[in-house]
Each structure stands twice: as C-alpha cells, then as structure tokens.
C-alpha cells in the first residue's frame, strides 16, 4: 500500500511540478511524463502483488469531514483494472511526450500534463475505493480531468462541442451513481463499501438499474453511449487511447463491483446484461463501419468492445445464477480477460491512428493509402492491433472472445430451453460481431494503410518518431504476449473470478486448469500455423530463386492512365454492408450523379448520425428545454429579487419544519 | 490415439484437396457435354505455377507478399482441427470448431488485405464483397454447429463426430439435415461457387474471390489455389461428418467411406453449379440469411 500511495504523491507532485513549468514545454513534458511513468511502475507493484497471490491490502484514514472516509483496498478486482490502467498510462506518457511537442509553441503543455495526472490519479482511487463519497470523488477527478484533455485543442468548434456533450453525459451518469450511493448507504448510515447489508430483491433490482445506467453512460452502453464517438475524436491521441482503453472500463469496473454487493443474481440481470451487450456489439460495430473518420472509427469500436465485455459478464452472471462453476469462470475470466485485451490492443490502435494523423494532418480515411511504405512500423504495429481487434488468431482479442463463446456453448449443451436461447443470442451476436469487425478492420487497416496514397496528405506521411514508436512497439508485443501466453496468464485470473462469484478458489483454480489446457492447445495450433507459413516462405524463395522476380503496375484491365483516385474507397468498401443494414444506421445520402453525355461534376456524401444521439437525445433535450422554458419568466437578472426567493425559500423550510 | 495416426487427417487432406477441384470441373465438363479436364488438371496447375516466375505491383507492400503464407499457414492449422470419419483430429478439445472458424477468418483478412494493397479498384470490389458475404456466413456456420453441439453433448468437433452415428439420423434427423443445409449454403459461399460466385467466369465486376487475387501470380498464385482447395476440403469434411455419418468401428473402413463421401459432394457441388445459374449479388445475403435460419431452426429443435 506505501509504494500505492507513493505512486500517487509522485503523479500528483509530477503533474503539480510540470503545471508550474507551463512556460517551459520541455520542462513541463518531462516533469508530467516522467512522474506518470515512475508513479505508474510504483503503483503497479502492489496490484501486481495481490493478483498472484490473491490477498486484499486495505487502509483506513481519518477523515475530517461529515460523511465518507478515506477507505481504500486493492483486491484482486482492483488489481486486475489498476494493471491496465497503469500500464497503459505510463505507456502512453511516453507516446505524450513526442506527440505533445507539436504544439509547445501555441499551448502550455503544463496544464495538459497537469489533467492526464490528475486522470490518472482520479483512475486509480476510483478503483480502489471502498466508501461511496470518496468513490464519487475520485469519479468526478477523473471524469472532469478527462474533460479538461478531451477539450486541450478548445478553438476548435467541433473539440468544444464534443467537450460539452462529454460533460453533460458523463454528469448524467454520475447522478443515477448518487442516487445508488445513497439508497445503497441509506440503512446503514455509512458509505463503506464493507458495511453493505442484505437486502430486498426489489431495492436490489433497483440499485442494479441505477448502476446499469450510471456506469453504462462511462462504459458506453448503448444507447448511453453519445459522448464516445464525439469525445475520443477530440482529444489528443495519447488520451484517446487512455480513455477508450482503460477510462471506460471504470463503468466496467464499477457494475462488476456493484454485483458483488447486491446479493445473488436473478434472471433478468443476465438477460438484461445480454441485451445491453449484444446491442451495444452489433450496433457499435455497424456504427464504426458506416465511419469516415479514423478515430471516430476506433471510439465505435470501443461500444463493440464494451458490447462483448458486457456478454461475458451476463454469461458469468447466469452461471452464477444457475450455479455452473464452469459458466461463471468462462464467463466472468473471458469477460475481464477481454477488459485487459481491449485496454491494449485499443489503446495501440489509437496510438497507432495519432500517429498517421500527426503525420499526415488528417484522419479522413478517404484521404489516406499507402501510408504503411512511409510509416513501416507504425503499419506493422496497427495491423497487429487489428488483427487482436478483430478477434482473429493468435492474438490476445481471440482468447477471451473464444472463453466467452467457450462458455455459451457449454450452456446450450445443458439443452434447457431458457438456455438455448440465451446461447443462440450470444453466439449469433458473436459470431456476426466477428465477421463485421473483420470487414471494419480490413477497411480500416486496407484503406489507411495499403494501396496508393488518395491525397497530398498521404503522400507527405514520415514515419513517428522514437518515442510513439516504442510505445506502439511495446503494446504490440504485448497483443502478441497475451495470446501466446494465455495459459499462463488465464490462471492469474483465478483469485479475481472467486471473488466476483464466491466460489472457492480451489474450485475457480481447477476449472481454470481446464481452460489453461484448452489454450495449450490453441497455442500449438498457432505454432503449426507459424511454422506452415514459414516453410512456405522458404518454399517460395527456393522456388523464386533464379527466376525473374519483376515489378510492375498493378493490373488495369488494359486501362492506360491508373489514378489513385480509382481505388476502392472507405466508403465504397463498406457500402455493401451499409445498406444490407441501412434500417439500424439510417446514413443520410446526398447524390448528385453525372448527367448528359460530357458528364460534369458530380458527388456524393454520406453522413450517419448516432442512432440513439438522433432518435433519443436529441428529442428528449428539446421536450426538457420546452418544458423549462416556461419557467423562465423566473429569471430576469434582478438581484433584488433573487434575495427575496431566497428568503422565501428559508421562511418556507423554516414554517415545514416547525410543523 | 497415436499421434502418427492422427497425422493421418491433415495429411490426407494436404494431398487430396486438389482433388476435389478437379472432379468439380470434370462433373460440370459432363453436364456440358464435354469430356473436360484430367481429374488432376489441378496439381498440374499448381505445379506449372511453382515453376513461373513472379511479377509483383509496385503498390503493392509486404503485406501482399506475407498474404499466401499467412493465408496457407491458417488453413493447415484449421486442417490439424479437423476430424475424418471417426479418426479424431490431431488437436482436438472442447471449442475447436471456433478456433477453426476464426483461424478461416484469418486467412480471409489477409486475402482482402492483399486485395487492398494493390489498390485496383477491381479488388477493392472483390474485396468489399468478400467480408459482406462472410460476416453473414459466419453466425450460419458457428450456430449450425452449435445445433450439432447441442444434439451430441460435445463441444469438440472429434467428438461430436464420433457420437452422430446412423443410429442418430434415427434420433435428430431433422437437425442433420437442416445443419447439413445450412453447411452446404455456407461450402459454397466460402469457396466462392455457385450461386454465390463463379469460378470460371472473368468477367470482374461479377466476381467475388478471384477478383481478389488478380495481382497474384507464380507461386503466390499457386499457394492461394492449393489453400483455397484445401478450405473446400475441410469444409466438405465437416459436412460429410455431420451429414453422412458412416461409423462402422473400424477407422480404416471409416476414413474410406468418407472419402466417397467427399467424392460425392464434389459430384454434388458439380451438379449445383451445372444446374444452377449464379444469384444476383443483391440475392446472395438472402440466401446466407436463410441458412442461418436453417441453423437457428435447427439448434431450437427439440427432438423426441
């Protein structure tokens, strides 16, 4: 607990010691960065320490004011966020340092480094506090800091709006937590999270429907999901990646933890969960699809992320529900393993996407190609991610979506109606969630990457400099290490799983075996693909060997003069599957085709606005301000008046209290 | 069983697959009237590409080159998944069908990341084509096998096939059939024959896989024809091993009749593609929607 409390005085001495820098942007960067990295690696200590050996660390301060206490515990739940949270931090610190370094002449970069400590701080008591005030408290540090990060370019129209629609969300969210804070503090007097008592099934259901909502809004459950695609366009890569990879995943976070207090499921949190996932999985990745704009892309993405995380714990929660060891362990281990793989893998892609944009000045995907001949490594290391991304083998995304799906198939085979079903939802929602992300990512990846350049942009991108390079390096290793390694790594799951379910650990440690043995042998099926692919390079070169090896153009069906503007576009590879789903996305289209026989001009524009932001928000907004705009006559600016409103508002509570 | 024995299946499939290709052609020469192709036309092909040189697009990056590798070395290890008869496979554990699917939607990643990275606008159609009709065959393969799952009690695809016996058509008939439809719809689309794709045809703007693979040539050209055989051979295996169980006990006699039974449904897939004529585009997601129908039919099906 010391090297965690160190951790956190370094951070905030750091960001406070680099605010103060803010005229000198090299000081500033270093002081930010260079705190975050060693208070992360300090911090980290400690979580790793109770994840392998399953034992809580807790302290208790004196607080001074009325309600809550400083009540802290790193339990392996805890631990298994803070790994990420730390990690990814520190990593993209690094990443900060050379991306910031753009503006050093036209912002103070003491005051952005100053807020992603601050973010990180706030991230880190969020997910060990153990008392509802300080918890709320360390929610409002983070989502504020991110706030003031996601608004760091504010002269931009499009980052204060994005700014403004993030406050206002992430305010919605945090009061349904108030109000579950304190029905749930109610009959105890205390906020700490030990004193929880039992409760009825109806306060419970309730309490459930208050952390689905309040948390959902964090984590990006459709449909509280407007502020993700706004927000993460908006702020700095390095932030992007940190928010979509490990800040959201505190709404993750929060409802698991919100479980664990509630008392034995009943059914309809599981099939609520389930809903909520596959909604937010098919919808998001349909959304990411209809995408132009290559980080809007990934913030989709993230609700997709979010989507499959959520049906790993409604698998969980059902095996909890009907006492199937097997199912909880599947469900709750593919779930959280899936929470550490997206923090990585999303966090690389989003690295990755600053990149090309620093480098290019635009993240337009119509207006890229061929990027990867210029920005090898980048190139190399977001392929990766997208492949983990898309769940593909051998890479770390495919595990836990295979644990989750592993544990589906284990609840159809039980032949229960109420379970077939529940197996067909999460199986088709998968399998389909899988073959879209496939199709985004090859567009993505195809389109950014690959090909000609489809603009001056593309064609003047360099390569990221050493910094942005390691830090994408070092998670795509990680992306690589996760899969390899994932026998090894499932096991450290163990304390975490028993302690959401409570179940024994012996019984979550052997069925863990079972799964560790399962992922054996998906890394000896993906050893023999490296070795067939090898042999087959070798195979080739053998064969090449002494005979001509030429280049030339690209085969163009006899056409003489090929542009890069005849390639395939974003827009045009996604179309297909636009349309074949055009009821959900609803994209708005403009066409003006070419008429006559010496056609002109001509053009055509897409625009997919959010469902839920289009045909929810937006309504409902509008029938509130109505509403409120008939009390306006209230308001008119004369002091005089608003002392008198004051004191009847007094004399009233006084004469209410006195009956 | 022993491991040299297990080697059995993949081996057989390295070698065969071509094969398969080959009666196809021969089945459709047929129907025409013609007397068609040597039944090992394929090797030869394969063979006389080994043998060229290589011409690769200036646009083109690695990726293009690793494509063939990538793509072959996925289907080999989805091919040591695979169980023939009631040999079981030489990996095998519970939820291999799904390693097998996703090992399959590796290989397709990189066939339309190498499409891209020519940057022909043909391929980028081919492309665009080939993951819409995945991402719907997908949840039609994965909840049919489900459904066969569901129906034996395993979730290992060497078991599932070692307990569907004739004995159980008694039993879930119906399930098989719809399962097996569901599989045939999704053998066709994934090896790009009729009604979803024409092989033959070389007219671009109509085509689906070998659109995609215009750029390729040499050896390159001849890996990709070798692994997309080799996908339609393990495919025709699931099929025939969920459709046609033949288990009288002996291995042997096992693997033997489900190698006619590959020969027919290569017989079978000629006889579709002679009889049919190829689905407007627009069509084809109707009819993979329809299969995962069958699948989902099959898997809510209660039989007794």
Redesign the interface.
């Known amino acids: 607990m010391t090297l965690f409390l160190g951790g956190l005085i370094i951070l905030l001495v750091g960001g406070i010691g680099s605010f103060f820098a803010g005229r000198r942007p090299g000081l500033a960067s270093a002081s930010g960065a260079a705190s975050a990295v060693t208070g992360s690696l300090l911090a980290v200590v400690p979580a790793l320490r109770t994840l392998s050996n399953g034992l809580a660390e807790s302290l208790r301060l004196s607080w001074d004011m009325p309600i809550g206490s400083f009540f802290i515990e790193i339990d392996p739940l805890s631990a298994l966020f803070l790994v990420p949270i730390l990690g990814l931090s520190a990593i993209a610190a690094v990443y900060g340092v050379q991306y910031l370094s753009h503006y050093r002449d036209q912002k103070n970069l003491g005051v952005a480094w100053l807020f992603y400590n601050l973010l990180v701080i706030g991230m880190m008591l969020v997910v060990v506090a153990r008392n509802g005030v300080l918890f709320l408290v360390a929610w409002e540090i983070m989502s504020l800091a991110s706030f003031c990060l996601v608004t760091f370019e504010y002269e931009r129209p499009m980052v204060c709006r994005a700014g403004c629609i993030y406050l206002i969300a992430t305010h919605i969210g945090t009061a349904f937590l108030i109000a579950f804070f304190i029905l749930l503090g109610r009959q105890t007097g205390s906020f700490d999270f030990d004193k929880v008592p039992a409760m009825s099934a109806a306060l419970a259901g309730v309490l459930f429907l208050l952390a689905v909502v309040g948390f959902g809004t964090k984590a990006g459950f459709m449909p509280f999901h407007v502020w993700l695609p706004h927000a993460h366009p908006a702020a700095p890569s390095h932030v992007s990646a940190v928010m979509s990879g490990v800040m959201i995943k505190t709404g993750i976070y929060g409802l698991v933890r919100a479980m664990t207090l509630l008392g034995a499921p009943p059914a309809w949190w599981c099939w609520l969960l389930i809903a909520i996932g596959s909604a937010s999985g098919i919808l998001g990745v349909l959304f990411a699809l209809a995408q132009h704009d290559l980080k809007r892309l990934l913030a989709y993405h993230s609700v997709e992320n979010i989507g499959i995380i959520t049906m790993g714990l409604g698998v969980g929660l059902l095996g909890v529900h009907m006492n199937s060891p097997t199912l909880s362990v599947l469900g709750f281990g593919g779930g959280l393993f899936h929470v550490v793989n997206h923090a990585v893998f999303k966090g690389l892609l989003f690295l990755g996407a600053g990149a090309v944009l620093r480098s290019t000045g635009t993240g337009h995907l119509d207006l890229l190609?061929?990027i990867?001949?210029r920005m090898p490594w980048t190139?190399f290391t977001f392929?990766a991610g997208s492949?983990a991304i898309?769940?593909?083998?051998p890479l770390n995304g495919?595990v836990s979506e295979?644990l989750i799906?592993?544990g589906v198939?284990?609840t159809?085979?039980t032949?229960e109606?109420e379970a077939?079903?529940f197996?067909?939802i999460v199986?088709?929602s998968?399998?389909?969630i899988?073959?879209?992300a496939?199709?985004c990512?090859?567009?993505a990846?195809?389109?950014v990457?690959?090909?000609?350049p489809r603009s001056a942009h593309a064609e003047q991108a360099q390569e990221a400099g050493w910094a942005m390079r390691f830090s994408l390096l070092v998670l795509a290793v990680f992306c690589v290490l996760l899969g390899v390694l994932s026998p090894l790594v499932i096991k450290s799951a163990g304390s975490v799983v028993a302690e959401i379910t409570t179940l024994p650990a012996a019984q979550v440690r052997a069925e863990l075996a079972d799964v560790s043995?399962?992922l054996t042998?998906?890394v000896?099926?993906?050893l023999?693909?490296?070795?067939?692919?090898?042999s087959?390079?070798i195979?080739?070169k053998r064969?090449?060997s002494g005979?001509?090896?030429?280049?030339?153009?690209?085969?163009?069906?006899g056409y003489a003069r090929p542009d890069?503007r005849?390639?395939?576009t974003a827009t045009?590879?996604?179309?297909?599957?636009t349309d074949?789903f055009g009821f959900f996305l609803r994209t708005r289209k403009s066409i003006s085709p070419p008429k006559g026989i010496f056609p002109s001009e001509s053009a055509l524009h897409t625009e997919t606005q959010d469902l839920s932001e289009r045909y929810v928000y937006q309504p409902l907004f509008e029938r509130i301000s109505s509403a409120l705009s008939r009390l306006r006559w209230l308001q008119h600016g004369r002091l005089q008046l608003y002392v008198l409103y004051i004191a009847l508002t007094l004399w009233i509570l006084l004469i209410w209290k006195l009956m | 069983m022993a491991i040299p024995l297990r080697l059995i299946n993949p081996l057989l499939g390295l070698v065969a697959a071509p094969l398969l290709l080959g009666i196809i052609n021969r089945t459709k020469a047929r129907f025409a009237g013609r007397t068609g192709q040597p039944l090992l036309q394929p090797y030869y092909d394969i063979w006389k590409l080994f043998h060229k040189g290589a011409v690769y697009s200036r646009t083109t990056s690695w990726i293009f080159a690793a494509g063939p590798l990538v793509g072959f070395g996925a289907t080999v290890a989805a091919a040591t998944l695979i169980p023939f008869g009631s040999r079981p496979a030489l990996i095998a554990f519970e939820g291999d069908i799904l390693l097998f699917a996703y090992l399959l939607g590796l290989s397709r990643f990189f066939t339309v990341l190498c499409a891209l990275d020519t940057g022909s606008s043909f391929e980028g159609m081919g492309a665009s084509r080939e993951v819409t009709f995945s991402a719907l065959s997908e949840p039609a393969m994965l909840i049919g096998l489900a459904a066969v799952a569901k129906h034996t009690g395993h979730i290992s695809l060497s078991q599932m096939f070692l307990s569907t016996t004739p004995g159980t058509w008694l039993e879930w008939g119906p399930v098989s059939v719809l399962v097996g439809f569901a599989l045939l719809i999704v053998l066709l689309a994934e090896n790009c024959r009729i009604p979803v794709d024409d092989p033959n045809t070389h007219l671009e703007l109509t085509m689906i896989h070998e659109v995609m693979v215009l750029d390729h040539g040499g050896p390159d050209l001849g890996f990709i024809l070798y692994t997309a055989a080799l996908k339609m051979w393990l495919l025709g295996q699931i099929l025939v091993g969920v459709a046609i169980p033949v288990r009288s006990g002996n291995p042997w006699l096992d693997t033997s009749a489900s190698l006619i039974c590959m020969v027919l449904l290569a017989v079978l897939v000629g006889v579709i593609e002679s009889s049919m004529a190829r689905l407007k585009l627009l069509h084809v997601p109707q009819l993979l929607v329809g299969a995962t129908t069958l699948s989902i039919l099959a898997l809510i099906l209660l039989p007794r």
């Open positions: 190609g061929g990867i001949k190139g392929l492949i898309s769940g593909l083998p495919f295979f799906y592993l198939f284990k159809g085979l032949g109606p077939v079903i197996a067909l199986i088709g998968l399998a389909l899988g073959g879209l496939l199709a990512f090859a567009k990846f195809g389109i990457f690959l090909g000609e043995a399962i042998q998906i000896v099926a993906s023999i693909l490296l070795a067939a692919a090898a087959l390079g195979l080739r064969l090449l005979r001509s090896v030429r280049r030339a153009v690209t085969w163009d069906c890069s005849m390639q395939y045009s590879f996604a179309q297909p599957l074949l």
